[in-house]
């Protein structure tokens, strides 16, 4: 008998990526405000609008002189007034003049320099005097000298941060092109499963339901909507069901009935609703029986089904690797997964499957370091208590401490 994970055709994760990322037809666009941009992925290049700065501005609260030279201490000017920020300035400095200015207020016409406040004395309603050696050509934010007008500002797949949405506000960027977020159909199955949090129906057999609170909290984290349903375990309904959502849905993600048991429904009712299967089953721990397929409804709509294991554990790494690829490259991103590497602080024996271990990851010293936590089985999630990253194990492999793995932070 072929023990468990050694099978002949199992793919890597690497090779099911690929296929999965192969199957992508990514979606059609749309024009939304900057403002609720946040978590999309940009469809079209975005160019300055406008130069950064407007104009030529003050970096500080101080005096805007005009000077031929360098100033030198003691040298005095004529205040003849004063701009702050936002008010337009129609005055011109003259040799040996002064206007009191504020920070980002428009630099008046004839200004060679600014002097901080505090290098400043004032003798008089309108004479002043600089009390320290003083450059020219300071403490003055030049028009466009951080973003030139017509500048590339975001590529297209590019991810909206927080940081990213308020850097194109300032650029004076209002409507952006964005991919649309897929629709997304979340299915639960398994009899066992209790449709409800509460103790009833516990007493004939049934489980709390780890796997919807699971899986819709992570999607509201990245910021996307989704429906969920539970469905009985018989053919006639998984099969109705999934007829039904595929209707609608750009996305169907399953949990549970992927495997070879007598219930497990989901990969025979999609096959026979007309999904072409990508693949099945991976060479990985957990989450071996993962399956993934494709309806091409027409030639600009499609609908895939990502079918996850029932096992809370190869759910949580189902929708960190499998799930977060898919959505992402719905949106046209090109690196939709993000990973980097950290220092073991253990030896780990080696698996015949390639393995994903909820771990806690830490900064020391400048370098990160992942530490083991029990409770690693796929029925088990009280770990999730402490994890923050996944890290990736190769098949046949074993590991020292101070070897460098690859991790998802999570």
Request: proline share 3%.
């Amino acid at each position: 008998m072929t023990s468990c994970g050694a099978e002949s055709g199992l793919l890597d994760m690497d090779q099911a990526l690929k296929l999965l990322v192969e199957q992508i037809v990514v979606l059609s666009s749309e024009s939304v405000n900057v403002t609720h941009g946040l978590g999309r992925y940009i469809a079209s290049e975005i160019y300055a609008p406008h130069a950064l700065p407007l104009f030529d501005q003050s970096a500080v609260d101080g005096y805007a002189v005009y000077s031929h030279s360098k100033i030198l201490q003691d040298q005095t000017f004529e205040c003849i007034g004063e701009v702050k920020a936002g008010a337009d300035c129609s005055m011109n400095l003259q040799f040996g003049q002064a206007i009191r200015i504020f920070t980002g207020a428009k630099i008046p016409k004839g200004t060679t320099t600014v002097v901080r406040q505090e290098y400043i004395t004032s003798l008089n309603d309108s004479m002043i005097r600089v009390e320290q050696n003083v450059d020219l050509n300071v403490d003055i934010r030049y028009q466009g000298e951080e973003i030139n007008q017509g500048q590339l500002l975001a590529s297209q797949g590019q991810h909206l941060t927080v940081g990213a949405v308020a850097a194109l506000s300032m650029a004076g960027v209002k409507n952006i092109e964005v991919y649309k977020g897929p629709r997304i159909a979340v299915v639960v199955s398994g009899d066992e499963i209790a449709s409800t949090s509460t103790d009833a129906g516990l007493d004939e057999g049934k489980v709390f339901d780890a796997n919807t609170p699971l899986i819709m909290s992570w999607l509201q984290g990245v910021g996307r909507d989704a429906d969920h349903f539970y469905v009985k375990d018989t053919i006639e309904d998984v099969q109705e069901l999934i007829h039904d959502l595929s209707q609608t849905y750009d996305v169907i993600l399953t949990t549970g009935g992927v495997s070879v048991g007598d219930y497990d429904f989901i990969r025979p009712a999609t096959l026979n609703l007309g999904f072409k299967q990508v693949f099945w089953k991976v060479k990985q721990k957990p989450g071996k029986p993962i399956f993934f397929a494709k309806l091409d409804k027409n030639e600009q709509n499609h609908c895939y089904l990502l079918g996850l294991p029932g096992n809370p554990a190869a759910v949580y790494v189902g929708m960190f690797v499998y799930l977060q690829t898919l959505i992402a490259t719905l949106q046209g991103c090109q690196e939709p997964l993000k990973w980097y590497t950290a220092e073991l602080v253990q030896d780990i024996k080696q698996d015949l499957r390639s393995r994903f271990l909820r771990m806690k990851v830490s900064s020391e010293g400048a370098v990160l370091r992942v530490y083991d936590l029990k409770q690693q089985q796929s029925h088990m999630l009280s770990n999730l208590m402490q994890a923050n990253c996944l890290v990736y194990l190769e098949a046949n492999q074993n590991y020292v401490s101070g070897q460098i793995v690859k991790i998802l932070l999570v």
